[in-house]
């Protein structure tokens, strides 16, 4: 199994980024959905990369609330676009996205991806989904993690381990 992490060595702080996105959507007039498009597209390339045929992979995307969840979403339409099984795992409510990713989740739903609702009342889900898949995406926390890793996301993160 095989659990995608992208970013091997730092090259930016989370500063950094919160910067280049900020230029990229306010000077630079790149829409936030088109950033978001462009992240997913660069770690499908990466997936590519690494196993060149994904359409007979299962592959499992934990999607976290904020945009890094949204990438998340993206990923999982591209990889589905191109015939792999996709399931995600939202660590939270559908309807508590917000923005990009409310909306990378609405079109991952038209294209009948399956996403479900991870809260703590069904997490014991975590590790039958973990068996039956051979692709782990961790879409969870982008650069702007402050804190440490408790709850939902700390038992998701330990399962995934």
């Known amino acids: ?16 980024m919160q910067e280049i996105d900020e230029r990229a959507i306010n000077k630079y007039g790149v829409p936030s959905l088109d950033l978001m498009e462009n992240a997913g597209q660069g770690a499908v390339e990466a997936l590519i990369r690494r ?4 359409s007979a992979k299962r592959i499992l995307v934990f999607c976290g609330k904020g945009n890094n969840g949204g990438d998340g979403f993206v990923i ?10 996709i399931k995600v795992l939202l660590l939270g409510k559908l309807r508590n996205l917000k923005n990009d990713a409310a909306v990378n989740a609405g079109l991952a739903r038209k294209l009948g991806i399956g996403i479900v609702e991870v809260i703590k009342a069904n997490n014991h889900i975590f590790e039958h989904h973990l068996k039956s898949c051979d692709i782990i995406i961790d879409a969870l926390f982008g650069t702007g993690l402050t804190r440490p890793v408790s709850g939902l996301y700390e038992q998701a993160i330990n399962n995934i381990n």
């Not at 199994?1 to 950094?16: E, G, N, P, R, Y």
């Not at 196993?51 to 994904?54: A, C, H, K, T, V």
């Open 51 to 54: 196993f060149q045929d994904l």
């Open 1 to 16: 199994m095989f659990i995608a992490q992208f970013l091997m060595k730092k090259v930016s702080t989370a500063k950094d």
């Open 76 to 85: 999982a339409r591209l990889l589905s676009d191109m015939g792999a099984d």
